[in-house]
């Protein structure tokens, strides 16, 4: 596959200049396996991903409330 510079670019400037959270990576996972048509694959990611951020929100409440 060729390289694609402008691609480099964007990725490295959105890194540098945003903040990239867990539900910008899952929106591009998503769209990265519904491209080739890998529906089945794009439900498990979306399934997996909230699964980490339900754990990941229990994890800091319950950091937050001191138990």
Not at 41 to 60: C, F, N, P, Y
């Amino acid at each position: 596959m060729p390289s694609r510079p402008w691609r480099r670019a964007c990725f490295s400037r959105a890194a540098s200049c945003f903040d990239i959270r867990a539900d910008v990576l899952v929106t591009i996972a998503l769209a990265a396996s519904i491209a080739p048509d890998e529906v089945f694959a794009a439900g498990e990611v979306a399934l997996i991903m909230q699964l980490g951020s339900l754990l990941e929100d229990k994890t800091a409440a319950r950091v937050s409330s001191g138990s």
